[in-house]
T-cell receptor, first 111, second 116 residues
């Protein structure tokens, strides 16, 4: 079993839709949770960063961490064609520690 | 610099040759990480540097892989006697967490390695 599981998709939605992306993880010791966006042939770009449980909002993006369920989510409101990319969740045990990534979900937002 | 830079952006080599990949982190970031991204394995950690020392090398797949960092800045990842399974995108990231900054890791554009 992988330490972080993520549905690879692909996921296709119409412009303006609400997108929900999810990951589950196996080890309750993870404390740091991140979402990265990766465009084709580019490096991952940090979108959201959360320590421990709770919600964090940044513009159209909301990240949720539920440590009791070992479940992390990213919601994208009013999705745009420019949001079309691969979204990677990542977790870490400690500050400065290595990141463990999910497989990534490929998202396509159709105009 | 403005962000993490990596060179070359693409590298094609023949099986059995050695390759060197370079990473230049964000100025002032003392933490530096190497990852590898391949279709079958996703994005995997290779090695972590704090300054010039590497406290975590647990992700290096074999002794053909090595990395060094000098002057607390530029890092080089070396792959000896390359094999076809080494074909992947090699990504470098840096962080300022040790310097009192955030824990976030910022990635470079990667080096796409193809072993023929």
């Amino acid at each position: 079993q992988k330490e972080v599981e993520q549905d690879p998709g692909p996921l296709s939605v119409p412009e303006g839709a609400i997108v929900s992306l999810n990951c589950t993880y196996s080890n309750s010791a993870f404390q740091y949770f991140m979402w990265y966006r990766q465009y084709s042939r580019k490096g991952p770009e940090l979108l959201m960063y959360t320590y421990s449980s709770g919600n964090k909002e940044d513009g159209r993006f909301t990240a949720q961490v539920d440590k009791s369920s070992k479940y992390i989510s990213l919601f994208i409101r009013d999705s745009q064609p420019s949001d079309s990319a691969t979204y990677l969740c990542a977790v870490s045990y400690n500050q400065g520690g290595k990141l463990i990534f999910g497989q990534g979900t490929e998202l396509s937002v159709k105009p | 610099g403005a962000g993490v830079s990596q060179s070359p952006s693409n590298k094609v080599t023949e099986k059995g040759k050695d390759v060197e990949l370079r990473c230049d982190p964000i100025s002032g970031h003392t933490a530096l990480y190497w990852y590898r991204q391949s279709l079958g394995q996703g994005l995997e950690f290779l090695i972590y540097f704090q300054g010039n020392s590497a406290p975590d090398k647990s992700g290096l797949p074999s002794d053909r892989f090595s990395a060094e960092r000098t002057g607390g800045s530029v890092s080089t990842l070396t792959i000896q006697r390359t094999q076809q399974e080494d074909s992947a995108v090699y990504l470098c990231a840096s962080s300022s967490w040790w310097d009192g900054g955030g824990n976030e890791q910022f990635f470079g554009p990667g080096t796409r390695l193809t072993v023929l």
